[in-house]
């Protein structure tokens, strides 16, 4: 059975850093495309970061430069660090995982992750 658990949301000042963990049971995280999704109050989940089979990552802009995205193969656990956090990157936070595509599929497109974890709050205030 396949399962996804997130963990490491939290209330976080303005400026800090929090890591998310995404713990995967049932396949490998070396043989799935791993991706971080989050969902703010009031709009629609939009991509974080992925970190593809062979290892290659992709970053939203709102990402890039502040979230790093890695995985542990040992602990079949895909991380996501996340620095400078501000008050619009509150939201709950979702891993998701999806196999070879049979054709290029951008990694942000959310309904080609058929396996997804049921979330974490992450709350950015002061």
């Known amino acids: 059975q396949s399962q996804l658990v997130e963990s490491g949301g939290g209330l976080v000042q303005p400026g800090g850093s929090l890591r998310l963990s995404c713990e995967v049971s049932?396949?490998?995280?070396?043989?799935?495309?791993i991706a971080w999704f989050r969902r703010a109050p009031g709009k629609e989940r939009e991509a974080v970061s992925c970190?593809?089979?062979?290892?290659?990552?992709h970053y939203s802009d709102s990402a890039k430069g502040r979230f790093i995205i890695s995985r542990d193969s040992g602990k079949n656990t895909v991380y996501l660090q996340m620095h400078n956090l501000t008050p619009e990157d509150t939201a709950d936070y979702f891993c998701?995982?999806?196999?070879?595509?049979?054709?290029?599929?951008?990694?942000?497109?959310?309904?080609?992750?058929?396996?997804w974890g049921q979330g974490t709050q992450v709350t950015v205030s002061s």
């Open positions: 049932g396949f490998s995280v070396d043989d799935y495309a």
């Open positions: 998701a995982a999806r196999g070879v595509q049979a054709q290029y599929v951008p990694w942000r497109r959310i309904d080609s992750y058929p396996f």
């Open positions: 970190v593809a089979r062979g290892g290659n990552t």
